[in-house]
């Protein structure tokens, strides 16, 4: 009989699978808490739930194949799946100073893990290598799980050390959006890893029944859209998938989407020189956010082997950022964290093909 990964049931699932019910509570935080490798670590499980569980369970569903450690600090991190598969992730670690009740400033780290949610991508972005690199399969919730799990595990974060998920590695998760939801639940429990859902964020490249699928599950979790152009005709160059969910009914099911009222969505903006780093693309952009309680990332684009675009100048990027805060819009710049790592989507997985060729 094939194992079951242990880490694909919620509480509830493992629950009613295991008798006396409480057990799955204990084994939920010997699991997200206190990162156990094996069932035999289980100290307050009886020796023969131990042994049951191992018969028909693995707890084991990722490798780490390969880390990549950026001079920012970051760390990416390519999994092998137990099919061969493989996936990555990424820890992005961001220095914090605060003042405390003495007034003393403090330091202190927040981590940020960006976890994949399929094996390639089936959208086919023309800027990105996992879309180039074509659909294998979904990820289980385990599998995606794990991903913050092992990465916890690796660089010894305290179990009680408030994370922030995105979903913007391999894959569009709303694509996925069973597993991925169910993942949702299983970090968000209190006995696992309680990450807040107000700190998950799934990221889309704008698919609007799904979009509206997502609204009315009503996880909490944050909403970002992967925008990259203002008009249809870009945007279609940039996104094929945008022929069939365009900018406006994008824009619909945006306005549509439950969202906490501290909160905004985000709007992820490629920047790529010569292609919609101008002022007039800053100006439709305004148009389009109007009524929507928005904030813009702008993101350099990060020129890898085998892409058809270059990196702005960052005169045109403080130029573009300019005239949406002049136009009570939120913007902020991001600096592609990991640039010497590769750290855009599916390029240390695509590294990793070209080494091993
Ligand atoms: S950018 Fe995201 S949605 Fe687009 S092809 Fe890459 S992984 Fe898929």
């Not at 780490?64 to 061969?84: A, H, N, P, T």
Request: with cysteine.
């Amino acid at each position: 009989m094939e194992q079951i990964n242990i880490l694909d049931l919620s509480k509830e699932e493992l629950s009613n699978a295991i008798k006396p019910a409480f057990r799955a509570k204990q084994i939920y935080q010997w699991l997200y808490q206190k990162y156990v490798t094996s069932f035999e670590e289980m100290k307050n499980l009886p020796k023969e739930l131990q042994l049951a569980l191992k018969k028909t369970y693995h707890l084991d569903p990722l490798r780490i194949v390969k880390i990549e450690v950026s001079k920012d600090g970051s760390k990416k991190y390519l999994f092998e799946l137990k099919d061969k598969n493989t996936v990555e992730s990424v820890l992005l670690p961001m220095k914090q100073e605060q003042v405390d009740e003495e007034g003393k400033r403090v330091h202190h780290t927040r981590y940020t893990i960006c976890i994949s949610s399929q094996v390639g991508c089936k959208i086919g972005c023309t800027f990105c290598l996992t879309g180039k690199s074509g659909f294998k399969r979904n990820l289980s919730a385990g599998e995606i799980t794990s991903q913050v799990l092992m990465i916890k595990r690796d660089n010894a974060i305290a179990e009680n050390r408030r994370v922030n998920i995105v979903f913007m590695g391999m894959g569009e998760p709303l694509d996925n959006l069973t597993n991925v939801s169910k993942a949702v639940h299983i970090f968000s429990d209190i006995d696992g890893l309680s990450i807040s859902t107000r700190r998950q964020t799934i990221s889309t490249s704008g698919l609007s029944s799904q979009i509206e699928k997502l609204g009315q599950l009503d996880l909490g979790v944050l909403l970002a859209i992967s925008l990259h152009a203002v008009d249809d005709t870009l945007r279609q160059k940039l996104m094929p998938i945008n022929k069939a969910y365009n900018i406006e009914s994008i824009m619909n099911a945006v306005r549509a989407f439950p969202i906490d009222a501290r909160k905004r969505v985000m709007f992820e903006y490629l920047v790529m020189k010569g292609i919609n780093d101008d002022q007039s693309n800053a100006k439709k952009l305004v148009k389009l956010l109007h009524g929507i309680k928005a904030k813009v990332n702008l993101i350099y684009f990060n020129p890898h082997h085998g892409s058809d675009f270059d990196r702005p100048s960052e005169k045109d990027m403080l130029a573009f950022q300019q005239y949406l805060v002049d136009h009570g819009v939120l913007c902020t710049i991001r600096q592609s964290k990991g640039i010497d790592i590769s750290a855009a989507c599916g390029q240390l997985h695509d590294k990793e093909k070209h080494d091993i060729a």
